[in-house]
């Protein structure tokens, strides 16, 4: 039963990509794409249709999925001076040891963008393609 809701709600969601921007209780909703990828443990790739409301940050697209995907799942910290950090994403954290965090980035044409402020602040536009992807850092 869940199964079958959450594959409604994605078909309208995959529709609502397609036909672009609609009205969703009174305000306009931008259709947005969102995966995600760790090559680090070899997981599968797994692709999210959701939205944003006009002019809203990206947590509340993270915030959507989750509530309608029992599979996903993520966590935050907050940083005094950057805001919402992406600590984790469905039980994988970054790893300050293991030099290991979800980078952000933007797709389009096959060409990837590193986002330059993180989820609480980047406002996604209509049909972006948003990718989490579990990277490692440099010292
Ligand atoms: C090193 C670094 C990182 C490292 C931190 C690893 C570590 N444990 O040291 C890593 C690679 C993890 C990182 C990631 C990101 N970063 Co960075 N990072 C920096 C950098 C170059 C230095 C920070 C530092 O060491 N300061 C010195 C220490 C002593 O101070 P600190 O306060 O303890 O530093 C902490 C915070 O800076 C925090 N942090 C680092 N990046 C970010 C980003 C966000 C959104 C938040 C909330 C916190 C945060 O991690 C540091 C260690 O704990 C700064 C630019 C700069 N020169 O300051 C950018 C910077 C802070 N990062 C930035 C960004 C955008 C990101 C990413 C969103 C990039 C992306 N698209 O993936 C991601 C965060 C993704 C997520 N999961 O939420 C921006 C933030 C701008 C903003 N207004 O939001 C900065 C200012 C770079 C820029 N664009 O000019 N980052």
Not at 30 to 51: A, G, K, Q, W
Request: proline share 4%; charged share 15%; hydrophobic share 35%.
């Amino acid at each position: 039963m869940a199964s079958t809701r959450t594959t409604i709600l994605s078909m309208g969601l995959l529709l609502l990509s397609i036909q672009g921007a609609l009205t969703i209780r009174g305000q306009a909703s931008l259709p947005i794409r969102l995966s995600v990828m760790n090559d680090l443990s070899n997981m599968t790739p797994e692709t999210h249709f959701t939205y944003v409301v006009e002019g809203g940050v990206l947590l509340g697209a993270l915030r959507r999925i989750q509530e309608m995907q029992p599979d996903f799942n993520f966590t935050l910290t907050e940083d005094p001076n950057y805001g919402l950090f992406l600590e984790s994403v469905n039980g994988v954290a970054g790893s300050d040891t293991d030099q290991t965090y979800w980078e952000i980035l933007s797709e389009s044409s096959g060409e990837y963008t590193r986002l330059d402020v993180g989820i609480g602040c980047y406002t996604p536009t209509e049909n972006e393609h948003i990718i989490l992807r579990f990277s490692t850092w440099a010292k």
